[in-house]
């Protein structure tokens, strides 16, 4: 008997981004790093092409982070004042991607200036020659200030910059614009504002093969299951044919895993919970899993460890 | 939604007399005018003015890919006139319409194959047009299961349930929402459902009312195609909202502009 062909196609298809630029293409970068291009349901590659392969950016801090609990500090205790060498580090971890967050710069830390920023950009770039994510401290005012700047000591390096928020984007899509980089656009577990703002990133002229969507993240048991239904019905749109939607999806799995309580609790006060070493690393890597499944192209990461469990998932899975 | 739009008929007294001149201006400005309002295909008819209908149909086709890259709907009872359509088209291309009858099926279907075209199919044949739900179901289960015989993507099959003038018979628009919903019903994936929407108001003092709230209520049953005023932009809007509120567009505030482009 003739077994009937249940392919499920998909109209839309999400788009490719290309993050960092080679030498030939303008930037320093050793290689490029392409995300989505996927059009159907994660991993079902019998129903169609699934895209790149989810990428992982691993995280690396303008200041030394002040509440990592001990079992992730201990990996990065002789860089963590040293984003050159951190991100060195990362590149050996294995990451695909270099996340810079810039927490410095945001008023209530240090209060770090533009000049001293691009500076430490300028070092990673010179340290590192995988792709580079920069991400603002998501204070308005500070991230006007100082991403513009940073994006002009980049041109040409064709980096993620975000993030942008429906009630601010114009600055920082006029100078990712201007500088040639790819941009992420912000939204609070809110579909409709998510589409919003990418209409409104296009609206200025924003090129869309150059966005990158991020729908803010809960880590496993603090709210995953809300963030997994918005990517997942982010992505349906895509494929569905939504221009408005159809753009690669990053996740901020690391940072949100690692300031749970079951990352952060001691063997002595939970001791029914297991080992205190194992557990954030292993929340970590669950909530990577699991919004691998909505859907995600970019996955910001912390443990190293963390990191080669997920990446070993990603090959088993493609 | 699906948008055939339908300006380029010789029924229009501008493209009857760019017919007869010859004058290409007049149906290029259609062309992009509609493409630019969003429609999925122009449709082309020749109406029943030209001397030869086969020449004007060529030369409309050719006179429209001058203009446009948007899909094109060839439009005629007359089968010579369609392949003279068919013959010099280089969009994509729709074939509108055949009627429901087993042999015109083996005719249409092989040809809309060749041409890789899709294909308006009307529930309705050699007896006329049924006046019940239950025929109409039933030539359309008859078009399916010929599209499955000739190996046809469903995704190029379009049912077309025949809308009648609101004067003809009121009754006729609320069935017709029944036809819909089991249309849906009679294969898996079901074929796409098309009406020739400005039928309706034909006549009428209310033509843009009478279609968009027909559109709406339509659009909710599962009729996803029509033949159409495109360059009704209250239509056009009524359309996209209908879509948003059942859930085929996620909702934004600019959702109207974004889908407009």
């Known amino acids: ?318 | 939604m699906i948008t055939l739009a339908e300006r380029i008929n010789g029924m229009f007294l501008d493209v009857k007399k760019a017919i007869k001149e010859r004058d290409p201006s007049v149906i290029h400005e259609l062309a992009k005018k509609q493409t630019e309002a969003g429609a999925t295909y122009l449709d082309i008819n020749v109406g029943t003015a030209a001397a030869d209908q086969e020449d004007a149909m060529r030369w409309l086709v050719e006179a429209t890919q001058e203009a446009v890259k948007t899909p094109i709907a060839i439009d005629s009872q007359k089968l010579s006139v369609i392949k003279a359509g068919l013959e010099v088209v280089k969009n994509d291309v729709m074939i509108n319409s055949a009627q429901g009858d087993p042999e015109v099926l083996d005719t249409y279907m092989p040809l809309a194959k060749k041409h890789n075209a899709a294909l308006i199919c009307l529930t309705m044949n050699k007896e006329g047009i049924p006046q019940n739900i239950d025929t109409r179901i039933e030539i359309a289960a008859e078009i399916a299961g010929k599209a499955m015989e000739h190996d046809m993507d469903m995704d190029k099959i379009f049912i077309d349930p025949i809308l009648f003038t609101i004067s003809v018979d009121q009754k006729q628009p609320a069935y017709m929402l029944e036809v819909f919903n089991q249309i849906k019903l009679i294969s898996d994936p079901p074929p796409h459902i098309t009406v020739g929407l400005s039928n309706l108001s034909q006549g009428t003092k209310e033509k843009s009312l009478i279609s968009r709230t027909f559109l709406t209520m339509a659009i909710a049953a599962g009729m996803d195609t029509a033949l159409m005023d495109v360059l009704d932009t209250e239509l056009m809007d009524a359309a996209i909202c209908a879509e948003m509120l059942l859930n085929k567009q996620i909702y934004s505030d600019s959702f109207l502009k974004a889908a407009r482009r």
């Open chain 1, 1 to 318: 008997m003739e077994i009937a062909n249940i392919v499920d196609k998909c109209p839309g298809t999400v788009k490719e981004v290309i993050i960092g630029a080679t030498k030939d293409e303008g930037g320093t970068r050793g290689k490029s790093i392409t995300v989505g291009g996927s059009n159907c349901i994660p991993f079902m590659d019998f129903d169609g092409s699934p895209g790149h392969k989810p990428a992982i950016a691993m995280d690396v801090y303008d200041i030394p982070p002040e509440e990592w609990p001990e079992p992730l500090m201990k990996h990065y205790a002789d860089v963590v004042d040293n984003p050159a060498n951190w991100a060195k580090k990362c590149v050996e971890f294995g990451a695909d991607l270099i996340c810079l967050k810039l927490d410095g710069i945001h008023p209530d830390k240090k209060n770090i200036s533009a000049s001293e920023t691009v500076s430490t950009v300028k070092s990673i770039l010179e340290a590192v020659d995988i792709p580079l994510i920069i991400w603002g401290c998501e204070n308005d005012e500070r991230d006007n200030e100082i991403l513009p700047k940073v994006s002009e000591a980049t041109k040409g390096e064709r980096c993620l910059i975000g993030s942008v928020t429906q009630d601010n984007y114009k600055t920082i899509t006029a100078v990712c614009l201007a500088d040639g980089h790819n941009l992420i656009t912000q939204a609070p577990v809110d579909i409709n504002i998510g589409k919003q703002i990418n209409i409104l990133v296009a609206d200025l002229g924003f090129p869309t093969d150059r966005i990158v969507m991020f729908q803010t993240t809960g880590a496993l048991g603090y709210g995953i299951e809300y963030c997994y239904s918005i990517h997942e019905r982010a992505r349906i749109a895509a494929l569905s044919g939504d221009r408005q939607m159809s753009f690669p999806i990053i996740c901020d799995v690391g940072h949100e895993a690692w300031r749970s309580k079951e990352s952060k609790a001691r063997d002595d006060e939970v001791p029914q919970w297991g080992s205190f070493a194992d557990r954030g690393k292993m929340w970590e890597a669950i909530t990577a899993t699991t919004l691998m499944q909505s859907g995600v192209d970019i996955i910001r990461m912390n443990h190293p460890e963390a990191v080669s469990i997920v990446k070993k998932h990603i090959e088993n899975l493609t």
